[in-house]
């Protein structure tokens, strides 16, 4: 508790912060089912079309022309902010992979990254159901050999 406490003051009094990262999958299959060898056109499409309910609100431009993600789908970002919030999905495999990022004046969640990611959590079950799942950020860390993401 001690150490936690020097490292959040540090944190503080330093001037950083800490980011806010949500990330998402949506497996080809339900799980226990055979998964498939891609990601469907048509789960790419709903995914695509829940981010850009996301985006319109929050002003974010889509910049899929120029992302540089592999096998990206949509690519959203807040321009002229210090502090962009970043909205993402790319295929990968038999999953595709949503997150949502963003680095705040302040230590924890904003209000709109809150409601974005309640959002976009609801929106994946609703539609995808057992095949959506949040992504543990151990597992973010933890990410494969030669993955660029």
């Known amino acids: 508790m001690k150490n936690l406490s020097l490292l959040l003051g540090v944190l503080v009094l330093g001037g950083c912060t800490v980011p806010n990262q949500a990330r998402y999958q949506v497996s080809s299959a339900a799980p226990g089912a055979e998964p498939r060898s891609a990601a469907t056109p048509a789960d790419k499409e709903a995914v695509k079309e829940i981010l850009q309910t996301v985006a319109k609100p929050l002003r974010l431009q889509d910049l899929t022309a120029t992302c540089l993600i592999t096998n990206a789908i949509v690519y ?3 321009i002229d902010s210090n502090t ?3 909205l993402v999905a790319w295929s990968e495999g038999d999953k595709i992979m949503i997150e949502l990022m963003h680095w ?7 209000r709109p990254y809150r409601s974005t990611r ?3 959590e609801s929106e994946l079950q609703r539609k995808f159901g057992a095949r959506s799942s949040v992504v543990a950020f151990r597992k973010i860390v933890e990410k494969p050999a030669g993955s660029t993401h």
Do not use: L, R, S
């Open 84 to 86: 962009p919030v970043k």
């Open 76 to 78: 959203y970002q807040e």
């Open 118 to 120: 309640e959002y976009i």
């Open 104 to 110: 705040p004046d302040t230590v924890g969640e904003t």
